[in-house]
């Protein structure tokens, strides 16, 4: 068995891995923190916080969230880092979770129904000279990280505090070797990735708060932002990205500051794009490989190879699940316990390996196998599209299934893409239709998860008459279950109607079909709709010249109602 970090005889850890405290922690503006500043912050803020927790931590600027963090890890409170701040995913957080409260230092965030602790990240606290960094249990509950989402519903991840200290001890050596640099002290990181997001916490974060180098504080988007932000910090710098991210600014076509390295993560990288990367800015790029379950386990620098290499004293072999179905799981070093990956490998030994595609995107066309992100790959790699995904749909043509490729390429029509594909992809993988598209529903990490693109994917093509499938969850404790009825709640006709209505109203395809104020022309109350359940509304465009579409609602196996909404002008 490869070794496994023994923390047992570890009682403590520090909030600080071993620094200069004067030296920068953080950049704003071009304006150093350091991290005697961060530690004099952390104090007074934890001294407000609630004895009770758990803490969601929803700033966005990085230094205010690093405030949050190290305030929470004082007070012995666990922190919940959700992938947004919408009021739906809030409102799962708080779930069984009475005295949950969250810290931000947005004020125009609207959280309803949680308190909020707010930061502000440019008032600083007095500085003690003599402060040094607190210890902390190092197996208390640190973090819940939630999943991307990207292969199905987002799970929230428990991390303890000597998971995160040794996850960033185990990549230090790696990025060391890499820039051969004798320590990472004095290495500025400007980051892409939202924090709260595993690779984001890890790289940036995290990265500075243990690791030795500083982070700037702002999450650019846009590439002159970018650029500005590295060209505001000293050298040696780093970008921290994903591919969505890199591509859009290498097109922009802006000059970009030398930096010293960029890591990418969230998606597998073209060689093509990391050497143009490389030549753009003088820099190595590196590809860090993991997930939120088993944080960063391994790096390849894209360029020059396509093998992975594994981080510290972890391995990665292969075994078979109960149901039969080989699986790749990673083991050792910080690792807390063996953990499977969602992810296809060839492995070439313990600690090296090739990345094949994600195990759920595997996809079958007329007998013949390939994976979207090996699809995905060469269609981004046909100079002209900016973006593109492909998309395998529900229903067959002529008994087989046809992938259909989503592109923002305002140079190319349909026949230049599939022509290109013609000379990438076996004849069977190559669509039959392109849909040209402004852009793609990204998140902020640039994954695209596979709820969102296929719910993109039908709104897209809902024009043509395919079916579009949206799903609702039902509160719990929506206040209308008080009078419908007692003892027997159950969601009113009106309401249901309203989100039939309100999902039609978010496909642009159906609202331009129906108009602003449709008539319903017919509806059919089959079964209640009752608290905590999920419904599926289906929305079927009619063909010919009829301009309705028809609905019907789903809880499980059950149809709870159908009917047809008109446009008001052909409802008389």
């Known amino acids: 068995m490869n070794a496994r970090l023994n923390t047992q005889d570890t009682a403590v850890l520090p ?30 803020f934890a001294a407000r916080l609630p004895e009770r927790g758990p803490v969601v931590n929803l700033c966005v600027d990085r230094y205010a969230f690093a405030i949050g963090l190290g305030a929470a890890l004082l007070r012995g409170l666990p922190s919940l880092l959700p992938p947004d701040a919408r009021q739906d995913t809030v409102d799962r957080l708080r779930q069984g979770q009475p005295d949950v409260f969250a810290v931000a230092d947005d004020r125009r965030l609207d959280v309803q129904g949680i308190p909020v602790m707010w930061i502000d990240p440019a008032a600083h606290a007095e500085v003690d000279p003599g402060a040094t960094a607190p210890e902390l249990p190092s197996a208390m509950h640190a973090v819940s990280l939630l999943t991307s989402g990207s292969t199905g519903v987002p799970q929230p991840h428990a991390k303890s505090w000597h998971t995160l200290v040794y996850d960033v001890a185990a990549a230090v050596p790696r990025l060391r070797e890499l820039l051969d640099l004798p320590s990472l002290t004095g290495l500025n990181l400007v980051t892409t990735v939202p924090v709260q997001h595993s690779y984001g916490l890890e790289s940036s974060a995290l990265l500075g708060m243990l690791g030795g180098a500083a982070f700037d504080c702002g999450r650019p988007f846009f590439p002159a932002d970018v650029a500005a932000s590295l060209a505001a910090l000293p050298r040696p710098r780093a970008l921290v990205t994903t591919p969505f991210h890199l591509k859009n600014l290498l097109l922009a076509g802006i000059e970009l500051p030398s930096v010293d390295l960029i890591l990418s993560a969230t998606a597998p990288l073209s060689p093509q794009l990391a050497t143009q990367a490389e030549q753009a800015m003088g820099a190595v790029l590196i590809e860090i490989y993991g997930s939120t379950e088993s944080g960063q386990v391994a790096t390849r620098h894209t360029s020059q190879s396509d093998v992975w290499h594994a981080m510290g004293a972890i391995e990665v072999h292969a075994e ?5 179905d080989e699986r790749f799981v990673f083991d050792g070093d910080f690792i807390p316990q063996p953990t499977p990956m969602a992810d296809v490998l060839e492995l070439i030994d313990a600690q090296h390996f090739r ?11 007329a007998g013949r196998r390939s994976s979207l992100g090996h699809l995905n790959f060469h269609l981004n790699s046909v100079p002209g599209v900016l973006d593109g995904a492909f998309w395998l749909p529900d229903d067959v043509t002529d008994g087989v299934v046809r992938p259909i490729a989503f592109v923002v390429a305002p140079e190319l029509d349909a026949h230049a893409v599939i022509a290109a594909l013609r000379q990438r992809l076996e004849p069977v993988f190559v669509p039959r239709r392109v849909v040209h598209v402004t852009s793609l529903p990204h998140e902020g990490t640039g994954k695209l998860t596979v709820r969102a693109m296929r719910e993109f994917a039908l709104a897209q093509l809902a024009g043509d008459g395919t079916a579009v499938q949206v799903t609702r969850e039902v509160p719990l404790d929506h206040p209308v279950f008080e009078g419908h009825f007692p003892g027997q709640p159950l969601l009113p006709g009106a309401l249901l109607l309203s989100e039939v209505l309100e999902a039609a109203n978010g496909v642009p395809a159906l609202l331009a079909r129906l108009g602003p104020h449709p008539t319903l022309a017919q509806v059919k109350f089959l079964a209640p709709v ?37 446009p008001r002008a052909e409802s008389s």
Request: hydrophobic share 40%; with cysteine; net charge positive.
């Open 15 to 44: 909030l600080l891995g071993a620094r200069n405290l004067d030296a920068p922690l953080a950049w704003r503006g071009g304006q150093a923190i350091s991290g005697r500043q961060y530690l004099a912050d952390v104090t007074q």
């Open 320 to 324: 078979r699940d109960a149901a039969g």
């Open 355 to 365: 990345l094949l595609g994600r195990a759920n995107d595997i996809i079958h066309v």
């Open 530 to 566: 009752r608290p905590g359940s999920t419904m599926t509304i289906e929305l079927q465009p009619e063909e010919g010249a009829a301009r309705g579409v028809r609905f019907e609602v789903r809880c499980g196996d059950r149809v709870a109602a159908n009917g047809r909404w008109l």
